[in-house]
């Protein structure tokens, strides 16, 4: 027997239907040692057949043609809409980094806040916390990420313009 995805969209997803799809972009950051840095992005929410997204972001150094060089981060997970307009976001990283996050969906804004972090004993960076702002400003994908870690508080650490990829 084959396995089939429903053509239908999940009705607990339509509050996060405008974000389903491939995003591309570029954006800036900082490491908590104050050092600025440029990035390419690539985003995409997919839907599952059921009713979460899988999310998927990498970014990388890109050349001035804005092609990958080499990779800089990528973390996956689930977008889990609840039915009072939250929305819960588990992410994990392979640097050793888990997030829960808690987020309130507001039609084209969902803003997510760390209710959980873990990381295993070798993680690349101890994260300690997060503040994620999404939103959909002139049919682009607005991104910022604010990270606190055990050398800083909660602080910018990337922000990014990102349009949609047919």
Known sequence: MAFQISTELDPALVGLAW????????????????????????????????????????WFEADAAGQPIRPLGLETGFWRPQPDGQVEVVIAQPE?????????IDGAKIELRTDLVVRTDTAEVATSGGHRLYGNVESDLMFAYDRGTDQSDLQPYLWARLKRVE
């Open 19 to 58: 974000m389903i799809g491939r995003w591309q972009g570029s954006g800036s950051g900082v490491e908590p040692d104050g050092q600025p840095f440029d990035y390419g992005l690539t985003i995409d929410f997919a839907e599952t057949g059921r009713a979460w997204l899988h999310y998927l972001m990498q």
């Open 96 to 104: 050793g980094v888990a997030e829960i996050y808690i987020g309130q």
